[in-house]
């Protein structure tokens, strides 16, 4: 991909921890994100699924330099955000947002709602009646203009993460990263938040890249996926031909995990039971990270790490005995 | 149909708070069969916890509870703190979603399994660390022998919650409550605890009360569904009835609501749900429903037999098939 919105090449994201007391004062250090590598086309959704350690959200956090990555590279519409001054990302970041999972923590209890949207415009020191394009922001995601004078507590679930997202839209962004925005919300109100989302694209042409746990919702929103597992991408590429031909036993495991809201599908299809939880991404396992609760698993996959190959048309995994 | 172990009848449950008194369950009946595993959906607030924390005895002063919960034979609403001490671990057993708020810290595993039983019984101390590795053994913990010497914190999320479903079969309830029990588990993990707690239930014969919003998780395991909303059932069927005919425009629009493949947009219900300290007259459901009619506003609805269905809802008749 040429063209793409955003490059990342081989990201990595290491965490120091406290030694631990009388432990021989030894630094321990997880490496949350070893060595990924997406692209992002504009106009596209990638989601970024995987379980709990697994570091999509802090996939999501280094791409927007919220935090800052060990080693690798991000490009955002062709500039490497590493090169940039300080002044230099404030006003690449104009134009990359993002909205958080949980709507209650992440507006100010004390600001209304028509000034938490407006604060990005404040922030960049963007001239113009911001009153104006908070009422058509607000507008935007399906609330009205009198919501403005109002403070967050005042409202729902669903319609503060549509705050939320008004607020992200701000500054007419190319690139949303969207970490887990549907998570807190209970099913009847999500839907809407992602009816939203859809509508969102359509108008506005932004990219999104949407991290979440909940592997349909992913589906249902996706152009294409990533699947993580320990920090690295197990494969990757068009969300159909994923979740319908996983090539990646552990995409296949987790998706026969995922329960589906149809009895007779549910009770007439095979399980892939994985053993045991995901290791500690302290000490990940030698080879492939997966191969301890694979049931492939064979001398090799220990001793060398897979790398991602094309399986199929834009679909890659990282497997030494792929399913066919 | 066999008798049921648990019967809730007309179950109310009001909080007292600053505001008001909050009415956070309406009135609920509900049959709990030996040996089924029935499900309580519901959204945030729908008084799905709420019931089984009262039936318990485990609710706050703030609140009142009126009504019946009978439990082979004895009466739970307003039985003293004694008889409820002895049914809960004994007849009764809860597990919650935050495995390790159900473990003290401070005690090995095995002891906390060893103190379960011996509550109830005259079992030695021997033979109840003898049976707590055995439970271990049966809800799947590897090497269970040594790991009932350890500490909760040597255990992960998914291991924990298989020593507190330990803990709550230590004595062969009658009734297993299980409260999102699977909802902080990632989904290879909740796959693991779904088939324990099937397991036990088929090994043990007990009733499990499955509470949960996840619809998927539902139409894994669970027989019977009660659908909740507004501290009220709305809907009651088989689990084939549920997903396949659904009767109460609420139930309906939960399930459009889901994603699933081939559905190119989703259909959202519209608002959201009421504030309970002043909910809506009649079927608290019409503020948000599409078939709302006048007539709805005027009494709460009742659970009415409608094909393979109960619900409560007065147009569902003339709903079903549209």
Redesign the interface.
């Known amino acids: 991909m040429t063209n793409a919105l955003l490059h990342v090449r081989g990201l990595v994201k290491e965490f120091h921890l406290k030694a631990a007391r009388g432990a021989g004062r030894k630094k321990r250090v997880v490496q949350a994100v070893s060595g990924v590598s997406f692209d992002v086309a504009r106009g596209e959704t990638l989601g970024l699924v995987g379980e709990s350690g697994s570091g999509k959200t802090t996939v999501g956090r280094c791409v927007l330099r919220l935090l800052e990555p060990t080693a690798g590279q991000v490009s955002f519409d062709g500039v490497d955000l590493a090169t940039l001054s300080f002044d230099e990302l404030r006003q690449v970041r104009r134009r990359m947002q993002i909205v958080f999972q949980d709507p209650y923590a992440s507006l100010d209890p004390k600001m209304t709602v028509g000034a938490s949207i407006a604060e990005p415009l404040v922030v960049q020191g963007i001239a113009g009646n911001h009153q104006e394009k908070v009422v058509s922001l607000l507008e935007l995601v399906g609330l009205s203009a009198d919501h403005a004078r109002r403070f967050p507590h005042e409202f729902s679930g669903g319609q503060r993460q549509r705050i939320g997202v008004a607020r992200a839209l701000a500054l007419d962004p190319a690139l949303i990263v969207l970490d887990e925005p549907v998570s807190a919300l209970d099913v009847s109100i999500q839907a809407g938040v992602v009816n939203l989302f859809d509508d969102l694209q359509r108008r506005l042409g932004m990219s999104y890249i949407f991290i979440a746990h909940d592997l349909s919702v992913v589906r249902h929103i996706a152009d294409r996926v990533a699947v993580m597992y320990l920090g690295k991408i197990m494969e990757i590429g068009p969300a159909e031909q994923v979740y319908e031909r996983p090539t990646h036993p552990y995409t296949k495991a987790l998706l026969s995990a995922v329960p589906l809201p149809n009895p007779r599908v549910e009770r007439g299809r095979s399980r892939i039971m994985l053993e045991g939880d995901v290791p500690s991404p302290v000490n990940p396992p030698s080879g492939c990270r997966f191969r301890t609760r694979c049931w492939k698993a064979t001398e090799l996959c220990s001793m060398q790490e897979p790398e991602l190959q094309m399986r199929a048309d834009g679909q890659w995994s990282a497997c030494h005995h792929p399913e066919g | 149909m066999t008798t049921p172990v648990l019967q809730i009848r007309d179950l109310k449950v009001t909080f007292s708070t600053p505001l008001g008194p909050l009415v956070a369950v309406r009135g609920i009946d509900l049959d709990v069969h030996p040996g089924e595993m029935t499900a309580v959906v519901g ?2 607030g729908s008084g799905k916890s709420v019931s089984f924390l009262a039936a318990m005895g485990l609710l706050p002063r703030t609140a009142t509870v009126e009504g019946s919960v009978m439990l082979d034979g004895h009466q739970l609403v307003g039985a003293s703190p004694k008889l409820l001490r002895s049914i809960r671990g004994r007849l009764l057993s809860m597990i919650f979603q935050d495995p390790l708020s159900a473990l003290n810290p401070v005690h090995r595993i095995g002891a906390q399994i060893s103190e379960m039983l011996r509550a109830h019984s005259s079992m030695s101390e021997r033979a109840a660390r003898i049976r707590a590795v055995e439970l271990l053994e049966i809800v799947g913990i590897p090497q269970p022998g040594d790991r009932a010497l350890q500490y909760p914190h040597e255990f ?4 924990r919650q298989r020593v507190v479903i330990a803990m709550a079969i230590a004595n062969s309830p009658k009734v297993l409550i299980a409260d999102e029990p699977t909802t902080a588990l ?7 605890i ?2 324990v707690i099937q397991r036990v239930q088929a090994q043990f014969g007990t009733a499990v009360v499955l509470i949960t ?8 395991v669970c027989e019977r569904v009660n659908v909740m909303y507004a501290g009220r059932v709305v809907e009651r069927a088989d ?2 009835t549920i ?1 396949d005919e659904p009767t109460h425009p609420y139930t309906r ?9 081939g ?1 190119e ?5 519209a608002g ?2 009421p504030n309970m300290l002043n909910p809506p007259t009649g079927c608290a459901f019409r503020t948000r429903c599409e078939h709302a009619a006048e007539a709805c506003g005027q009494r709460l609805p009742e659970l009415e037999p409608l094909g393979n269905s109960m619900t409560a809802c007065i147009r569902a008749k003339e709903l079903v098939g549209r």
Not at chain 2, 265 to 269: A, S, Y
């Open positions: 959204e945030s992960s999320g998914g291991m990632d989904v290879t993990v909740q796959a693991q779904l088939e919003h996840d619809l998927g998780v539902v139409a894994r689990i084939g997903f629009g939960l399930l459009a609501s889901l994603p699933q493949a559905v947009r989703l259909v959202p219900i959201f749900p």
